[in-house]
């Protein structure tokens, strides 16, 4: 078992658990490094965060160390799942709930997940490239999550779906969305639909917590710079 830490997170991990890929970018340190410092920037104390797309569970692990969180969390993959619960449990965290499922906005309906090696890749769309097999996973509507929940920050990385989810969902009560974007896959045109579907919503985007591909959308319009964990 591997001695891994990565962004101050233990993981009980080995190669053959993950494809090489992935184990080059935990062993290297380069694992999500971006997405931790936009994390640590968007996340305040005593949160509650919806977080979509767990993966490892790393950037799940870094959301609940700030003070006062709670993370709810979704993987879609099964398997992925397993890998993340090891993680969290190694550390010994206590404040996340995981679960294995997709959500998405409106009534439950049952979606193909295609699962690839490289696990960053797996996703609902087929064209994103070789697949190792196709499971069928049933939605849960994200909206009834949030309220069920009173989320009020949303930290996503979910290979495209963020388009659909941007434009679909209501997001009532959440005052700033973390999320990841995927323009090799919707190019500029699905940038220009997500920036103008939360604009409708409230949102700005937010130069405070933002970096390259990494964007926060924000209701918040005080001229305070974040800081990690910070509390406003």
Known sequence: MSDLIVHNVHLPLTPSDVSPVIWDELATGRYEAKEVKAVQRAVRRHDRVLELGAGLGIITSVIAGITGTTVHAYEANPDTVSLAERIIAANT???????????????????????????????????????????????????????????????????GAERELARDADLHGVDRILMEFHDHLYGLEGIRDITRSLSDKGFAYDPRASSGPCVLFSKDFSPRTYQVGDEI
Do not use: C
């Open 93 to 159: 965290i206590d404040n996340i709930e995981l679960k294995s499922g997709l959500l998405t906005a409106g009534p439950s309906r049952s979606y193909e997940f295609y699962v690839r090696r490289d696990l960053w890749m797996s996703s609902l769309n087929e064209e994103q490239g070789p697949y190792e097999a196709v499971i069928a996973i049933e939605s849960h509507d994200i909206d009834q999550v949030i309220a069920a929940h009173n989320i009020n920050v949303l930290v996503m990385d979910i290979e």
